[in-house]
């Protein structure tokens, strides 16, 4: 079955960096785009950044623009998000998102916390 597992989270001050990985498994990954998305309590999950199933093409959401690199090891089969200049806004759960099959059925880790604070 799919299974996406997360790992990096931390609790790191303002204008620090942290490196997020998803390790995939039970389907074809060099198949698919991945994304990282994010939820701020009391907000709605966000799309943070998307890569293309070669690692060609990448996109990132305005608000870590500069800031956020997605990347992929399709040998590997994980996704990472390498993030640096942390703010405090930054703080929420992330988590590595695939949709797989003709039909797009989205899948979902669980999560990781990110914790930027002073």
């Known amino acids: 079955q799919v299974q996406l597992v997360e790992s990096g989270g931390d609790l790191v001050q303002p204008g620090g960096s942290l490196r997020l990985s998803c390790a995939a498994s039970?389907?074809?990954?060099?198949?698919?785009?991945m994304n990282w998305y994010r939820q701020a309590p009391g907000k709605e999950r966000e799309l943070v950044a998307t890569?293309?199933?070669?690692?060609?093409?990448?996109d990132y959401a305005e608000s870590v623009k500069g800031r956020f690199t997605i990347s992929r090891d399709n040998a590997k089969n994980t996704v990472y998000l390498q993030m640096n200049s942390l703010n405090l806004e930054d703080t929420a759960v992330y988590y590595c998102?695939?949709?797989?099959?003709?039909?797009?059925?989205?899948?979902w880790g669980p999560g990781t916390q990110v914790t930027v604070s002073s």
């Open positions: 998102n695939a949709r797989i099959g003709l039909g797009g059925q989205p899948y």
């Open positions: 039970g389907f074809t990954f060099s198949s698919y785009a």
């Open positions: 890569i293309n199933r070669f690692g060609s093409s990448t």
